[in-house]
């Protein structure tokens, strides 16, 4: 028997039918019937594939991936609301989990009624729901609204409800789905310090999230999953780091082989004596277009961790004329700590319609210290260096 708040998943393999109870155009059905005769039957898609998972009490794990790898499908197994098809998942103690913006409420009952509904379904008697009752309301920022129904609540104030009854009912396991998207920043930095205050009280977190900075300041620990399958799974900063060059890698645009108005031959960046990328030093950019005819272009140029949100961004108006061009934009200080960051590039007319697509065009592998730590639960939205001087009364500061 697992200890509470251990979870230990072992070949966990989830598949689904596919939906063919709509009315299907001919063409489809001869496609279905092709592929059946070819031993290619559609009828499932695996969504899980061979998975292992374990944690110990008080782990906090990110689980990230692109839409459709599985993360939320594994959450729902180890949530115990579906069943793998092979394989087993067990998790020990009481599980908190919010996977569905309204799950574990029922929308004819009050916010009142709701929470002990739901704390009851969470394990919790309602003598321990009632003396948690004040400050669940007051995490919710439920207290005008207590006594309505649940229908008539927004969005929003339905995941507050369930996202403050599931983390104060103290579970041995949370599972959080994407709490992140939804709610203002104050919300979101309080759900923030709720996660890293259970994890320290001894409670296992898994969180799915797309925001990335979030994850990283929350979770020690990364899963990557990636068409259901394990791609990754160690420290959360390696794991993201991977996560993104994959990203990247399947957004790059090689250059000479986008076709459009204006085309990019070659990208060069370096230090101002030819060598390598430095913090807080000078960066030249040096970018070869060819474009169709005499045209002036709006040329922005970014940097970013991988994923299409930059850290920052340069834009200039530029002449160009019929054939190949070097442009060359020189930044005075490039404000980024050591690590490998993604250079994009992207051409618009004046009225800002794409000549050029944004896209990330070549590596940028940067010299210089690391980024100094930010408090658990503090995310950081981008990784800018920035030097500073600590003094005191004596003087600086080591």
């Not at 230990?8 to 019937?33: N, Y």
């Not at 992140?180 to 977190?205: K, N, P, W």
């Not at 061009?325 to 930044?331: G, K, P, T």
Request: glycine share 10%.
């Amino acid at each position: 028997m697992l200890r509470d708040g251990a979870i230990e998943a072992e070949g966990v393999w989830k598949r689904f039918r596919s939906d063919h109870r709509r009315g299907l155009k001919l063409h489809d059905h001869l496609l279905r019937w092709r592929a059946n005769a070819g031993g290619r039957s559609a009828r499932w898609r695996w969504a899980l594939r061979d998975i292992d998972l374990r944690a110990t009490r008080g782990e906090s794990i990110g689980l990230i991936g692109a839409n459709g790898s599985g993360k939320s499908t594994l959450l729902k197994i180890l949530n115990r609301v579906m069943y793998p098809y092979a394989g087993t998942a067990v998790v020990g103690g009481r599980i908190g989990a919010l996977v569905e913006v309204r799950g574990g409420l029922h929308q004819e009952l009050s916010g009142r009624e709701n929470i002990f509904v739901y704390g009851t379904l969470l394990g919790s008697s309602r003598r321990d729901v009632a003396r948690r009752l004040d400050e669940i309301v007051a995490f919710a920022e439920l207290e005008s609204a207590l006594d309505r129904q649940t229908k008539f609540y927004s969005t929003g104030m339905q995941m507050r409800l369930g996202f403050a009854v599931a983390a104060h009912l103290e579970p041995d396991v949370f599972l959080v789905d994407e709490i992140l998207a939804i709610g203002d920043a104050s919300f979101q930095q309080r759900c923030l310090d709720r996660m890293r205050e259970v994890t320290l009280e001894g409670t296992t977190l898994i969180l799915v999230s797309h925001d990335l900075a979030s994850v990283e300041a929350t979770c020690e620990r990364g899963v990557w999953l990636d068409d259901g399958q394990k791609a990754a799974d160690g420290p959360i900063g390696e794991v993201l780091y991977e996560y993104r060059k994959s990203v990247q890698d399947a957004t790059r645009m090689i250059p000479t082989e986008e076709q459009g108005p204006i085309r990019l031959l070659k990208v060069a960046a370096h230090g101002p004596d030819g060598g390598s990328a430095r913090s807080q030093q000078p960066l030249d950019l040096t970018l070869v277009l060819e474009s169709e005819e005499r045209r002036a272009v709006d040329l922005c140029v970014g940097v970013s961790e991988g994923t299409a949100t930059p850290v920052f961004v340069v834009r200039n108006v530029v002449e160009l004329d019929c054939g190949e061009q070097a442009v060359q934009c020189e930044l005075s200080s490039l404000p980024l700590p050591r690590g490998r960051f993604a250079v994009w590039v992207g051409a618009f007319d004046l009225d800002e319609r794409d000549l050029l697509p944004w896209r990330p065009v070549a590596d940028l592998d940067v010299i210089g210290p690391d980024l100094d730590a930010t408090p658990a639960g503090v995310a950081r939205l981008a990784p800018v260096q920035v030097d500073a001087v600590w003094t005191d009364g004596d003087g600086l500061l080591s």
